[in-house]
């Protein structure tokens, strides 16, 4: 595999089904991917509708992007992790969902406060009944509710909203991977320190 140091074009379309992220020391800046928070995204296929799903990475922000709007760290058909405004300190995550069938209906979950120039591990996870948002291993808020995932959502991107021409993230993205299941508090705790191999369980690409 070829070792992805940084973005240098402004759209990277990255195969799914085997690896899409990097290896290496993910504190090692030249061994992550850098967004310049004004036109740089990953581009990966759909993510189906799951019903459960987990989302796992590490990020450092640098700064406002461009446009001084939100920033996205993950954003697929089933759920998104991003700072909600312009202010970087300040993370969520939501999960796409559908009332009585009829039409989408966006819920936020979860906030934590984090610092600019320093790596963090977030782990989102999700069910039809509840989800939960670990930063560097902590659960830092949780939800409970009867929603089901939508069917129905834009491509997934890394680093970008997808549905208008802002919201690009600023910073640095390492390992991200997604899952088709629900992980634990302990399992997210583990993949920070040894990231999947490939062959796990529930591992949809990373």
Wanted: overall charge negative.
């Amino acid at each position: 595999m070829t070792r992805v140091k940084s973005i240098q074009m402004k759209k990277i379309i990255l195969p799914f089904c085997i690896l899409f992220l990097f290896s290496g020391n993910i504190f090692a800046d030249n061994h992550s991917l850098s967004f310049d928070g004004v036109d740089d995204y990953v581009d990966i296929p759909n993510v189906n509708s799951l019903t459960d799903f987990s989302y796992l990475g590490w990020f450092k922000t640098v700064g406002i992007n461009q446009d001084n709007a939100s920033q996205i760290i993950i954003n697929t058909r089933n759920g998104m992790v991003s700072f909600p405004t312009e202010n970087t300190e300040v993370i969520s995550a939501r999960k796409f969902v559908t009332r009585n069938g009829t039409c989408p209906g966006y819920r936020l979950y979860g906030y934590s406060v984090v610092n600019q120039e320093q790596w963090y591990h977030f782990a989102y996870t999700a069910t039809a009944t509840g989800s939960k948002l670990y930063i560097d291993g902590v659960l830092v808020d949780e939800t409970e509710e009867s929603f089901s995932c939508q069917s129905n959502y834009s491509s997934s991107y890394i680093g970008w909203h997808g549905a208008n021409q802002s919201s690009y993230f600023y910073g640095l993205i390492d390992e991200i991977s997604i899952w088709s299941t629900s992980l634990t508090q302990a399992q997210a705790q583990s993949y920070m320190s040894t990231p999947p191999t490939g062959s796990e369980s529930g591992l949809v690409g990373y």
